[in-house]
T-cell receptor
Framework: EPEVTQTPSHQVTQMGQEVILRCVPI?????FYWYRQILGQKVEFLVS????????KSEIFDDQFSVERPDGSNFTLKIRSTKLEDSAMYFC?????????????FGPGTRLTVT | DAKTTQPNSMESNEEEPVHLPCNHS???????IHWYRQLPSQGPEYVIH???SNVNNRMASLAIAEDRKSSTLILHRATLRDAAVYYC????????????FGQGTELSVKP
């Protein structure tokens, strides 16, 4: 069964450093998402991406965040200058259709620890 | 976004049915009701969705109230692997499918 993959599984970085989290969505999917989950809290939507541009973003997704689909298969989330509060699990997801009736497929997540 | 209310936690015995309720009284007429679950240390996983009629799939059944203000996810025979947090998520039809997660119900299954 096709699946969303994410690398690395765990990333440790120092405050102020840039990090790039990588995702490979399922190949025929059209919409891509990033969510995050701070330890012990609920899963939060960050951004959705379609047709090579951001279609929606949350208040969390400020100027420090950016997304890119550089080569037609990878989907990346960049945090320009990490803060302690960026420590969380980051989940990538993809969706085959844009109608609210299809399942989003989530990756296993990247645990980001900012020290 | 429609607000949802779910019990914080529920307990079940292995091999017994589990009924997980969700109240979504502010749901709009075109919102689909999705259920996802999150196993420990994993990403969320789709379980089932519906609009008005009850739905069955290999994982679960979804019973939707006639007024659509509530729904119930039914696991027919709980297994230890079903221990997870279950989220009920009304999804707005035209909003590109983003999911707004609440706190969900943490289901524990006793052997």
């Amino acid at each position: 069964e096709p699946e969303v993959t994410q690398t690395p599984s765990h990333q440790v970085t120092q405050m102020g450093q840039e990090v790039i989290l990588r995702c490979v969505p399922i190949s025929n999917h059209l919409y891509f998402y990033w969510y995050r989950q701070i330890l012990g809290q609920k899963v939060e939507f960050l951004v959705s991406f379609y047709n090579n541009e951001i279609s929606e973003k949350s208040e969390i997704f400020d100027d420090q965040f950016s997304v890119e689909r550089p080569d037609g298969s990878n989907f990346t989330l960049k945090i320009r200058s990490t803060k302690l509060e960026d420590s969380a699990m980051y989940f990538c997801a993809s969706l085959p259709e844009v109608q609210g009736t299809y399942e989003q497929y989530f990756g296993p997540g990247t645990r980001l620890t900012v020290t | 976004d429609a607000k949802t209310t779910q019990p914080n936690s529920m307990e079940s015995n292995e091999e017994e049915p589990v009924h997980l309720p969700c109240n979504h009284s502010t749901i709009s007429g075109t919102d689909y009701i999705h259920w996802y679950r999150q196993l420990p240390s994993q990403g969320p996983e789709y379980v089932i969705h519906g609009l008005t009629s009850n739905v069955n799939n290999r994982m679960a059944s979804l019973a939707i109230a006639e007024d659509r203000k509530s729904s119930t996810l039914i696991l027919h025979r709980a297994t230890l692997r079903d221990a997870a947090v279950y989220y009920c998520i009304p999804t707005i039809y035209n909003q590109g499918g983003k999911l707004i997660f609440g706190q969900g119900t943490e289901l524990s299954v006793k052997p």
